[in-house]
Structures are given as structure tokens and as C-alpha cells.
């Protein structure tokens, strides 16, 4: 005879499920909850701690932080830096005094250059000046302008009767000996000197008298 078996029968005999609550935080509270097997303030011991050993000690692998750096080191790369930084600024101070000497080198050769090809012109100028061809005639005005914008570059012509005579400036193309003078004297300037700056372009032509004896 088999014995009948309801579900009501299979449920008074086999226990009711059981769920663990795993939850490390009380859904209730917000606090954490005690695992089991630990004590409050331990945590877990199986991994090492990053940056060293459970005594705290630095692995070998293990570069030091910029606040490990002891002070000595720290000092020595301040003053390398330092001494790096001034040699970087006295190369670009050298650097910018060399192209200035070179800007100006090039602007005084090329004045130069528009100098010498204009000597004749200023020459025939001077000419006029002095037999008296420029008063009162649109040349003097055309004359007057080309004179100041060399001057404005730095030109200049000289040479005067009178002067002592140097043989860095002048070109003796007479000489003439005279009881009326003590020293080289330049009695007459046949062709006058143009200079730019301290640059001789072309020496003053002139006669030259000497004392005697």
C-alpha cells in the first residue's frame, strides 16, 4: 500500500531556504558591518602593501619621491639649473650684441657704397658752391636736399685751408716749403674728403706747406 504525498506533506518535512546577508554595509544602518573571522581595525592581510614589505621598507625596484630627495642633492641640481640658466642667458645677450654689430657693419658698408658712387656728383656740387653757380638757381635747392639726406646717414666733407696736415685724412698731391708755417700746414684743398662716420671714403686732396729747414 503506498502512502500519499501531498505538497503540503513535502513542505512540513524538508526545511525552509536559508539566505546569508553578505553585505558589507547595513542596508539599515549605513554602517559597516564585522566580517566573520575578523576583528574590528584589521583588514585584509593577504596582499602586500604597494611601495615596500609589511615593515614598511622600500622595495629595491622603487624610485624615491621628490621629498626623499635628501637636501644636499636638492641644492646641487638648484645650483646646476641655475648655472645652466645663466649661461643660456649670456649666449642669447652675446647673440643679440652680434647681430646688432653686424646690422650696423651692413648699413655703414652700404652708405659707403652710395657715397663713393655719388663722389663725383658732390664733387661738381662743391665746384658750383664755390664759383658761385648755386645762388639764386633751382640747383642750389636740388643740391641742399641730396646733401642733408647723406648728412642724415652720416656723411660729411672736410678738409680746410689752414688745418694741420694728417696723413690718415689728407692726400698731398703738392708740396711747398714756407718760412710762415711751423708745421705741416694745408695751404689749399683741391678736392675736398668725405667721410661716413669715422670711415675715410675718399682723403681730401689738397697742397701741403712745410717749414724750412
Known sequence: MTDDFTP???????????????????????????????TAGEGDQ?????GGDAAGTPSAGDAPAAGDVPAEGAEKLAQERLEDLQRLQAEYVNYRRRVERDRLVARDQTVVAVVE????????????RQHGELEGG???SIAEKLEGALGRFGWERYGAQGEG???NLHEALMHQHSDEVTEPTVTQVLQPGHKVGERIVRAARVAVSEPEG
Do not use: C, Y
Request: proline letters at 15%; charged letters at 35%; a negative charge.
Open 8 to 38: 503540503s506533506d513535502r513542505g512540513a518535512e524538508e526545511p525552509a531556504p536559508r539566505f546569508t546577508d553578505r553585505r558589507k554595509i547595513d542596508p539599515e544602518t549605513g554602517k559597516v558591518r564585522e566580517q566573520p573571522g575578523t
Open 46 to 50: 593577504s596582499q602586500p602593501s604597494s
Open 117 to 128: 658712387a655719388l663722389i663725383p656728383v658732390l664733387d661738381d656740387v662743391e665746384l658750383a
Open 138 to 140: 633751382p640747383f642750389a
Open 165 to 167: 696736415f694728417d696723413p
